[in-house]
């Protein structure tokens, strides 16, 4: 079955390493999307790419970086510099007829 | 600039009543239109969208949504919850951008069903 892949599920990180979060699809979507999901305050997005090689900064892309090498794949980094990364991160990609979401990674920092 | 209002944080229903989650837009043109649940610690499944041509739209799990522009309203209705809606509910606008679309998202409804 086509769909978007995020692993891993939950992921643990101490204050200041810099971690990746892996997002993978198959259901050959040009557009990827990253978004944050904090209690109360819906999805934010963080880093969109329409195409290969390229991507564009989101609403809140401040302490985050991506790449875009390949259509499948959209890997997030959440650097040191991003001051409250705990949260739930979400992965999207879309097609005109709407957004596929991952299941999503929860990444504590401690 | 688009955006998106979702006034109830929380909505209780009692199992077998009829539900109606509301959500209002900002949007400059013609608006594309989505309704998302969540489960808890997962992600996001559309319930139904409205691009254009009828404003009322069915959705899966017997949900549907009313497109309203002169209200700028698309409130989603089910005229029987079940104990498994019981999820977070998020409403979200967006429009055409180099061919792929970029929605905003609302804060969420949660719904509480009762036994």
């Known amino acids: 079955d086509g769909g978007i892949t995020q692993s891993p599920k939950y992921l643990f990180r101490k204050e200041g390493q810099n971690v990746t979060l892996s997002c993978e699809q198959n259901?050959?979507?040009?557009?990827m999307y990253w978004y944050r999901q904090d209690p109360g305050q819906g999805l934010r997005l963080i880093y969109y790419?329409?195409?290969?090689?390229?991507?564009q900064k989101g609403d809140i892309a401040e302490g985050y970086s991506v790449s875009r090498e390949k259509k499948e794949s959209f890997p997030l980094t959440v650097t040191s510099a991003q001051k409250n990364p705990t949260a739930f991160y979400l992965c999207?990609?879309?097609?005109?007829?709407?957004?596929?979401f991952g299941s999503g990674t929860r990444l504590t920092v401690v | 600039a688009q955006s998106v209002t979702q006034p109830d944080i929380h909505i209780t229903v009692s199992e077998g009543a009829s539900l109606e989650l509301r959500c209002n837009y900002s949007?400059?043109?013609?608006?594309?239109l989505f309704w998302y649940v969540q489960s808890p610690g997962q992600g996001l499944q559309l319930l139904l969208k409205?691009?254009?041509?009828?404003?009322l739209v069915q959705g899966i799990k017997g949900f549907e949504a009313e497109f309203k522009r002169s209200q700028s309203s698309f409130n989603l209705r089910k005229p029987s919850v079940h104990w498994s809606d019981a999820a977070e509910y998020f409403c979200?606008?967006?429009?055409?951008?180099?061919?792929?679309?970029?929605?905003?998202f609302g804060r969420g409804t949660s719904l509480i069903v009762h036994p």
């Open positions: 259901l050959n979507h040009d557009a």
């Open positions: 999207a990609s879309s097609s005109k007829t709407g957004y596929t």
């Open positions: 409205y691009f254009s041509g009828d404003t």
């Open positions: 979200a606008v967006g429009g055409a951008s180099g061919g792929s679309y970029i929605p905003t």
């Open positions: 790419s329409q195409i290969v090689n390229d991507f």
């Open positions: 949007y400059g043109a013609t608006p594309y």
